[in-house]
């Protein structure tokens, strides 16, 4: 669990660290029939290098592995699952950053940037809820990961939704929450527990975009101080009519 101390120095990463590249987040979406990967903050969906998806992962229904293939294309990358998929995870590695003097960032760590004053390696992670009742698998290779805790397709818009969310697998409290990542990118719903528990309300009735940020001490590497991560749960909020 994220103590005081951590929280309050994720803080104040976060308001030094505001690159463009490392304010993106991470999320999929469904379009013209294919998943695609999203790279991008609130309306703002950007190019990227399709080699910096590090892994896909698909579910069936039951929670059972669905071989999926990542095409990576010119601008971005598209996951394609074997089956049709329930369960929909990625994680983008956007590798390590080291700030100089003279606040600019460049994508290496402090071990190549000697004069460094801040050296970091940022992780994106999303986990999509496509199916009714879909079991969820175990998410150990999601380091930051929103947890629902009921079926986030049965509960409705303008309800809310009981979530928990989980650092290297263990509940993390004082974690806010973005209840609408695309529509209000810089508005927090929610803020977890002890337990690493909150409620965010259902705000759209197509895909919702829960998301949440945060910055973990790392000890004894010789490239960062710390990992910054970003995570996303994506669901739609009520289910598509024809």
């Known amino acids: 669990m994220l103590n005081r101390h951590s929280l309050l120095l994720a803080g104040l990463c976060a308001s030094l660290f505001t690159a463009t590249t490392q304010a993106?987040?991470?999320?999929?979406?469904?379009?013209?029939?294919?998943?695609?990967?999203?790279?991008?903050?609130?309306?703002?969906?950007?190019?990227?290098?399709?080699?910096?998806?590090?892994?896909?992962?698909?579910?069936?229904?039951?929670?059972?592995?669905?071989?999926?293939?990542?095409?990576?294309?010119?601008?971005?990358?598209?996951?394609?699952?074997?089956?049709?998929?329930?369960?929909?995870?990625?994680?983008?590695?956007?590798?390590?950053?080291?700030?100089?003097?003279?606040?600019?960032?460049?994508?290496?760590?402090?071990?190549?940037?000697?004069?460094?004053?801040?050296?970091?390696?940022?992780?994106?992670?999303?986990?999509?809820?496509?199916?009714?009742?879909?079991?969820?698998?175990?998410?150990d290779a999601l380091k930051l990961v929103i947890v629902p805790e009921v079926d986030p397709l049965g509960v409705g818009v303008g309800k809310p939704l009981p979530v928990r969310v989980l650092v290297d697998g263990k509940p993390a409290a004082g974690v806010k929450l973005i209840g609408d990542y695309r529509g209000a990118p810089h508005q927090i719903s929610a803020e977890t527990d002890a337990d690493g528990r909150a409620q965010v309300v259902v705000r759209n009735e197509g895909l919702n975009i829960i998301a949440a940020s945060l910055y973990v001490p790392v000890q004894n590497d010789k490239d960062i101080s710390e990992r910054g991560l970003f995570t996303s749960l994506t669901f739609l909020g009520e289910a598509h009519h024809e």
């Open 24 to 139: 993106h987040g991470l999320w999929t979406e469904q379009r013209r029939g294919n998943i695609e990967v999203v790279y991008g903050h609130g309306a703002e969906d950007d190019a990227f290098k399709a080699d910096k998806v590090a892994a896909a992962w698909a579910y069936n229904a039951a929670g059972k592995m669905i071989p999926v293939t990542i095409q990576r294309l010119d601008d971005h990358a598209r996951l394609q699952p074997l089956k049709p998929a329930a369960v929909v995870a990625v994680a983008l590695d956007n590798g390590a950053w080291s700030q100089t003097p003279d606040k600019k960032w460049v994508n290496q760590g402090r071990s190549q940037v000697p004069n460094s004053v801040h050296s970091l390696h940022t992780w994106k992670y999303s986990l999509a809820i496509h199916q009714v009742g879909a079991k969820l698998p175990k998410l």
